[in-house]
């Protein structure tokens, strides 16, 4: 699971994108729950694929999983799951994830 740091951090770029309103740090860490719930799965909440064709996303730059998640969405990178995936998600979204995953150790 995450740490509360990462979780509050994460929080904070969500309140700082506008996705949340300000004083709502309880809440944000519910709406990034929902969205690292949507990763885990394949991803992890930890980061760490859970099959050996899966990547892991703990600790990777955050701007190389940005270009890749912009790729998936589109289209330019091919993968079915992920392109479905990250054309339901805002850019806010994808940043808020993308500042998650990338501050998790790897």
Same mark, same amino acid.
């Given at each position: *699971? $995450?740490?509360?740091? &990462?979780?509050?951090? %994460?929080? $904070?770029?969500?309140?700082? #994108?506008?996705?949340?309103?300000?004083? %709502?740090?309880?809440? +944000?860490? &519910?709406?990034?729950?929902?969205?690292?719930?949507?990763? $885990?799965?394949?991803?992890?909440?930890?980061?760490?694929?859970?099959? &050996?064709?899966?990547?892991?996303?703990?600790?990777?730059?955050?701007?190389?999983?940005? #270009?890749? *998640? *912009?790729?998936?969405?589109?289209? &330019?990178?091919?993968?079915?799951? *992920?392109?479905?995936? +990250?054309?339901?998600? +805002?850019?806010?979204?994808? $940043? %808020?994830?993308?500042?998650?995953?990338? +501050? #998790?150790?790897?």
């Amino acid at each position: *699971m $995450a740490s509360v740091r &990462t979780m509050g951090s %994460a929080a $904070a770029l969500l309140m700082g #994108l506008g996705v949340l309103p300000a004083g %709502a740090q309880e809440k +944000s860490s &519910t709406a990034l729950d929902v969205l690292i719930q949507q990763c $885990a799965p394949c991803h992890g909440v930890d980061g760490i694929g859970h099959d &050996t064709e899966i990547p892991n996303l703990a600790g990777q730059h955050d701007r190389y999983l940005w #270009l890749q *998640m *912009m790729a998936f969405r589109r289209g &330019t990178r091919r993968h079915q799951e *992920m392109r479905y995936m +990250s054309r339901s998600l +805002s850019e806010d979204e994808i $940043a %808020a994830l993308v500042q998650y995953y990338s +501050s #998790l150790p790897r």
